[in-house]
């Protein structure tokens, strides 16, 4: 690699912050419309490992905002994740890539997690984030949960959390929609009862609402200059992001979670203990575990 590849990046965090960079392994979990921009973006930073998951192929309705999509790729028969592998090869070969198509909720992705240094969470189902935050608290791995949100067709945007331990967790920040978050608790069968006794549509719990490459691309940028500032050492002054597309704006705070959560008095730094695999193990619907 030429020496002067990342001149420009190490004029903002120095050399031994770029060797950081290197150094590191991110989970990307989801390579969908929010996490194939932060992988293209990992890259370019010069990262030294990406780990990503995602089951789902290339379908007509994502290629208004995939990053590394490209016209020809056939449809169906495209999973995202070998879209993600080409495109990190094509900026930098010497990156290394695993790609995982499964389930962000299996064992395999598990594993990945587990030897992550850094996860970004890059999903549209606040089960899968249920997942996803307890698993890195029970492993001690720095979480970035990315958002992108469009409630109504006039208020878009998004919101980033950083959950690095001492500061809460996506339940006790109260980041997880309980309705979600209790399905995917539930078995299959719970569920099948749940549409039939409220009249929920399959159709409407999955991939549905407004997706936008510019809204994403705004999001995964702020996700991974957090992680870039924790890679590199430069402290945050916050630990959540709230985007709003339709104000033009970006806010910060920073918040703190319960005393008594669960999730970070007793969950935290369980490892093998928290027994994760227990969720492998419960039948869950086809509609969870989808990327953004
Ligand atoms: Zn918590």
Redesign the pocket.
């Known amino acids: 690699m030429s020496e002067d590849r990342f001149d420009r990046n190490e004029r903002l965090f120095g050399k031994e912050g770029q060797k950081n960079l290197r150094r590191a392994r991110v989970a990307v979990m989801g390579a969908g419309g929010l996490g194939s921009f932060c992988i293209a973006e990992l890259a370019l930073l010069g990262v030294g490992a990406i780990d990503t998951v995602d089951r789902e192929d290339l379908s007509l309705s994502n290629r208004n905002r995939y990053v590394g999509a490209w016209h020809s790729d056939p449809i169906p028969g495209t999973p995202k994740v070998e879209l993600a592998r080409r495109h990190v090869e094509l900026i930098d070969p010497s990156i290394a890539f695993t790609a995982i198509k499964d389930d962000i909720v299996s064992a395999p992705a598990l594993e990945l997690l587990k030897r992550a240094d850094f996860v970004l969470a890059c999903v549209d189902n606040d089960g899968v984030r249920f997942f996803l935050n307890e698993a890195c608290?029970a492993y001690n791995k720095p979480l970035i949960d990315l958002a992108s949100d469009v409630p109504e067709p006039d208020r878009f945007g998004g919101h980033v959390a950083v959950i690095t331990g001492g500061h809460?967790?996506?339940?006790?920040?109260d980041l997880l929609d309980p309705h979600e978050a209790r399905r995917f608790l539930s078995n299959a069968e719970m569920v099948e009862n749940e549409a039939a006794v409220y009249g929920i549509k399959a159709s409407a719990l999955s991939e549905t609402g407004p997706s936008v490459a510019s809204v994403n691309g705004t999001v995964a940028s702020l996700g991974v200059t957090a992680f870039m500032a924790l890679a590199t050492g430069t402290k945050l002054s916050y630990n959540f992001l709230t985007y709003r597309g339709d104000l033009g704006t970006v806010s910060r705070k920073t918040t703190t979670?319960?005393d008594d959560?669960?999730?970070?008095s007793t969950v935290r730094g369980m490892g093998e203990w928290a027994d994760l695999e227990r969720y492998f193990r419960m039948q869950r619907p086809s509609s969870e575990s989808s990327a953004a």
């Open positions: 608290l809460g967790c996506l339940h006790c920040l979670g319960t959560c669960y999730y970070c």
